[in-house]
């Protein structure tokens, strides 16, 4: 079976900071990586996926991750985050037969 | 653009009450899961289904959890006698292939079900 771990429970911080979210997982074959946004009040969106190929994924709304197979990494990153990023985010892995989360990251962007 | 739409948004229920969950998903799709969030928890796996039959399901989906789908559009999560645990976020979720790599699951919007 596999696990979802994404290491902040809360990030804080302000307008055009750095953003930079933690996930790694424990399956060992072959996985779907992705990463989903949910707004307050709003459902899960789908901000970005990796399938195969370049392990550097551009997503929506100028986000990016990282695939580094050799330590089971798929961590999200923004270069300038803003106030509307204030969300909750969750890394996911799909095997075969299902998609399992992380327990999710809150990012709080203050103005 | 095609979505996944659930109903209602929010129910309340008596403990002890059944309630089915409705979901339609994306009409080309194949694969169906429901997945719940307690508040302030992760989202976590009940179930998958495929081919009118359960693919695969969580230790929490127990013998008061059951899914149909009736008429080849809908796909319910029923749950037989609700616990005030069984409060949380149901979502829906489905995808285009059978199963496999390289799919992606799309959400319904969830329904908030909070008994009481």
């Known amino acids: 079976a596999q696990s979802v771990s994404q290491h902040n429970h809360h990030v804080i911080l302000s307008e055009a900071a750095s953003l930079e979210l933690g996930c790694n997982y424990s399956?060992?074959?072959?996985?779907?990586l992705f990463w989903y946004v949910q707004y307050p009040g709003q459902h899960l969106q789908l901000l970005l996926k990796?399938?195969?190929?370049?392990?550097l994924v551009k997503g929506i709304k100028g986000f990016e991750a990282e695939f580094i197979k050799s330590k089971f990494s798929f961590n999200l990153r923004k270069p300038s985050v803003q106030w509307s990023d204030t969300a909750e985010y969750f890394c996911?892995?799909?095997?075969?037969?299902?998609?399992?989360f992380g327990a999710g990251t809150t990012v709080t962007v203050r103005a | 653009e095609p979505e996944v739409t659930q109903t209602p948004s929010h129910q309340v229920t008596q403990m002890g009450q059944e309630v089915i969950l409705r979901c339609v998903p994306i009409?080309?799709?194949?694969?169906f899961y429901w997945y719940r969030q307690i508040l302030g928890q992760k989202v976590e796996f009940l179930v998958s289904?495929?081919?009118?039959?359960?693919?695969?399901k969580s230790e929490i989906f127990d013998d008061q959890f059951s899914v149909e789908r009736p008429d080849g559009s809908n796909f319910t999560l029923k749950i037989r006698s609700t616990k005030l645990e069984d409060s949380a976020m149901y979502f829906c979720?489905?995808?285009?292939?059978?199963?496999?790599?390289?799919?992606?699951?799309?959400f319904g919007q969830g329904t908030r079900l909070t008994v009481v």
């Open positions: 979720a489905s995808s285009e292939l059978k199963r496999g790599m390289n799919t992606e699951a799309f």
């Open positions: 009409s080309n799709h194949l694969y």
């Open positions: 399956y060992g074959g072959t996985v779907n």
């Open positions: 990796y399938f195969s190929g370049d392990p």
């Open positions: 996911a892995v799909k095997d075969d037969y299902k998609l399992s």
């Open positions: 289904f495929y081919n009118n039959e359960i693919s695969e």
